[in-house]
């Protein structure tokens, strides 16, 4: 019952911010990677996580991720706002092709 309403409430917050994330691609998505991403993961190597173009490209997946946590990726839902979140989803899914210029 209580994921059920978790999931429920991700999915809302996923709806209203999702928008205007892309929108808003530029929310800093590299500025918090450099924050509180850079120390696990690279954006074209594996380091202790995965590399950002190697990962799942599905929205949900990575919301949940993100989000949640799993495994050994932390959670952000406390240090990141939703909508700050749903950037670095499309974050991560821009990352499909290697930039040279993302290093
Ligand atoms: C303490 C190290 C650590 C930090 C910091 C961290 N991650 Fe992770 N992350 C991991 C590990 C380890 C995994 C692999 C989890 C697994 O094995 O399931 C992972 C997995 C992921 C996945 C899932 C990839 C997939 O293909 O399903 C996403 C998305 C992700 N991280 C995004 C982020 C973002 C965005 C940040 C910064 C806001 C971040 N991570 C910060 C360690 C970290």
Redesign the pocket.
């Known amino acids: 019952m209580k994921k059920t309403i978790l999931a429920s409430i991700t999915l809302a917050v996923f709806a209203m911010t999702s928008q205007t994330a892309m929108a808003n691609d530029d929310i800093n998505a590299k500025k ?2 450099s924050k ?2 850079k ?3 690279s954006l074209t190597k594996k380091k ?3 590399a950002f173009k190697d ?2 490209k599905d929205s949900k ?2 919301l949940t ?2 989000t949640d946590g ?5 959670s ?1 839902k406390k240090k ?1 706002s939703s909508d700050e979140i749903a950037a ?1 989803v499309s974050f ?1 899914q821009a990352q499909k092709v290697v930039n040279p210029c993302a290093k």
Request: proline residues 8%; glycine residues 4%; hydrophobic residues 50%.
């Open positions: 918090i990677f509180n991403c120390m696990c993961h202790f996580g995965p990962m799942n997946i990575l991720t993100i799993r495994k050994s990726m932390p952000f990141l670095m991560v």
